[in-house]
């Protein structure tokens, strides 16, 4: 059971709003956080187009813009009875999906590009994701206003004082959530001023989905041992798996939890199922007039057969025509399309092994045995999906469990209890974290010797070897928060002049050695992450005699480069020494704009 949530200790009455914008369904929770009282965690449950359907969480993640770039339909009301003739007569454009042309452009994800719908022309990310903000946000607005007693009074006393959680998947970094925040501020939700920009909180989907599961109680046996137990949060378009264990305070302290491996990503969630239909179905009815309706079909095999399947050895049906909608050549009989249950468990594989293969690498790189796993997220209502992943990790003595209520609310409500318990302390790295750097040559060292070409003598008049690899963080550690990693560096240089700014580059290795050495066995394996600089040129600096039998003088300046987890951020500054007190550079979000690139 979890700890028992405290009131609120603020003195003024405040609300918090969670947004999950998934790729095909997204959802508003919140809490109103009213002084000595304990808060409750509550969902937007109605929505406009949506009213007549009671406790309906989700809307669909879809716009609709017409040429002019004006949005016309969003959500539930871009769903309803002929909209479809109406965006076609206007000229409307549908965006949907739009949530992963922000993914971080890694060799994993660039496989999806073509795969993924275009935005709208003169339309950015930012754009579109600021205009699905504003109406989640006028919905939330709209619905607390109508359910709660005095709603427009107690929306008056807040509207002003409102933070946001936004999550995101595991594998997004520091530029998605930077992306993600100009959104939120183009939607006019928050001012884009450091305070403004104070009011939003980021969580991983994993670690929200790990909130939404202690508070809808997980399985005592899960969490007997100290062992570890994995959340598998299966979406839209991805699949988040996190494996964490819980550790019990002490007298009076709360129970956390520790991440006990590294968080994985990966584009396999239900989308992709509906795009290994399509390109079956292309082949399959390309000789057929059917052809043309493509898309429809498509989508009735969504609403449908995708959702209810679970039996290879039956017989599947897409109804998507009326009676006199007949081709015998490619089974459409009375405006049935017949599939083979083995052609449409064909359309799951690649995400059933996704998810089998991500729970065996967390059990092998995971600082505690795990034989549970959650399995969460509007994907896990698939029987099919739960029972292939069920029958594959049987044999590796894993049992999983899907919460019996609303998993697709599990990120929003998650993201709430995030905010309010911050049950997880201690994070894994993703990567090996660290800075390129020269090394003193050693004539004995076989490695030094294969560079030798590239050794050069410095000012101090010792002889270096550039594009070492100083590890700061290697990948799978634990790290608790506040907890900082260092390593020194220095410079030299005959000019005290050129030494007086510092600036120090954060690098990730994303390959698979455990201790990577040298850039050029492997460069393409390390991703630039963040640069830190610092104007040092008060520091005095007294000249040293150089060494080696070098004549003259040169300067040395010594400082450390820190990395530490600041809730999900990892965050890098400078520190240095001034009359024996060290002084700090401000702290700077590791994250690498470069690798979104197309």
Request: hydrophobic content about 35%; overall charge negative.
């Amino acid at each position: 059971m979890p700890d028992a949530r405290r009131p609120y200790e603020g003195s003024r009455r405040k609300l918090v709003l969670a947004f999950d914008i998934g790729t095909t369904y997204s959802g508003v929770s919140y809490t109103v956080l009213d002084p000595g009282h304990v808060p409750e965690i509550k969902g937007v449950t109605r929505f406009p187009a949506h009213e007549q359907i009671t406790g309906a969480s989700k809307i669909p993640t879809i716009i609709y813009y017409d040429a002019a770039g004006k949005v016309c339909a969003v959500g539930a009301e871009a769903m309803r009875e002929g909209i479809f003739e109406q965006a076609e007569d206007e000229g409307w454009l549908k965006t949907e999906w739009f949530k992963l042309h922000i993914r971080p452009k890694t060799d994993a994800s660039k496989q999806i590009t073509t795969q993924i719908p275009p935005l709208p022309l003169n339309k950015t990310v930012i754009d579109v994701m600021s205009d699905f903000l504003a109406y989640l946000f006028e919905c939330a607005a709209t619905f607390i206003q109508d359910t709660h007693a005095n709603g427009r009074d107690l929306w008056d006393s807040v509207r002003n004082e409102i933070d946001f959680v936004l999550s995101h998947p595991n594998g997004w970094e520091g530029f998605q959530q930077t992306q993600m925040r100009e959104a939120i501020v183009k939607a006019r939700l928050i001012p884009d001023t450091n305070k403004g920009h104070a009011r939003v909180s980021f969580v991983t989907e994993g670690e929200a989905s790990l909130h939404f599961s202690i508070e809808n109680g997980l399985p005592p046996k899960a969490l007997e041992k100290g062992e570890g137990i994995a959340i598998v949060d299966a979406g839209g378009g991805t699949i988040d798996i996190s494996a964490y264990s819980r550790y019990s305070g002490g007298a009076g302290e709360p129970t956390t939890f520790k991440e006990v491996a590294p968080p994985q990503c990966h584009f396999q969630g239900s989308v992709f199922v509906s795009i290994h239909a399509r390109m079956f179905l292309e082949k399959y009815l390309a000789e057929s007039d059917f052809i043309d309706d493509l898309d429809h079909i498509v989508r009735c095999f969504d609403k449908t057969t995708k959702i209810r399947f679970s039996n290879a050895s039956q017989v599947q049906y897409v109804k998507f025509g009326s009676t006199r909608d007949n081709d015998p050549s490619c089974n459409v009989r009375f405006g049935q399309l017949k599939l083979s249950g083995e052609d449409v468990a064909s359309f799951f594989e690649s995400s059933v092994n996704c998810v089998i293969n991500a729970v065996k690498e967390q059990k092998k790189m995971s600082h505690k045995p795990v034989s549970h796993i959650v399995l969460v997220g509007g994907f896990a209502a698939s029987d099919w999906l739960f029972s292939k992943v069920e029958e594959g990790l049987g044999p590796e003595g894993v049992t999983v469990i899907r919460p019996e209520n609303h998993v697709n609310k599990a990120v929003s409500d998650g993201a709430i209890s995030f905010y309010l318990d911050h049950h997880v302390t201690t994070r894994v790295s993703k990567f090996t974290y660290g800075q390129f750097r020269t090394t003193f040559y050693d004539n004995t060292d076989p490695e030094h010797r294969k560079r030798s070409h590239r050794s050069y003598r410095c000012a101090s008049g010792e002889t270096l070897v550039p594009d070492f690899f100083a590890i700061i963080l290697p990948k799978n550690t634990q790290v608790q928060e506040g907890k900082e990693f260092r390593q020194g560096f220095g410079l030299r240089s005959e000019h005290k002049s050129d030494i007086q700014k510092v600036t120090s580059t954060v690098w990730a290795y994303r390959g698979s050695k455990a201790t990577p050495r040298w850039k050029d066995e492997e460069p393409s394996k390390f991703t630039k992450l963040c640069t830190v600089e610092m104007d040092l040129s008060h520091i005095p600096l007294a000249p040293r005699s150089k060494l080696n039998g070098a004549m003259g003088t040169y300067y040395y300046l010594g400082y450390d480069l820190i990395l530490f987890f600041s809730s999900v951020e990892l965050r890098a500054q400078i520190s240095w020494e001034e009359n024996g007190i060290e002084k700090r550079s401000p702290a700077k979000i590791v994250y690498d704009p470069d690798i979104t690139a197309d």
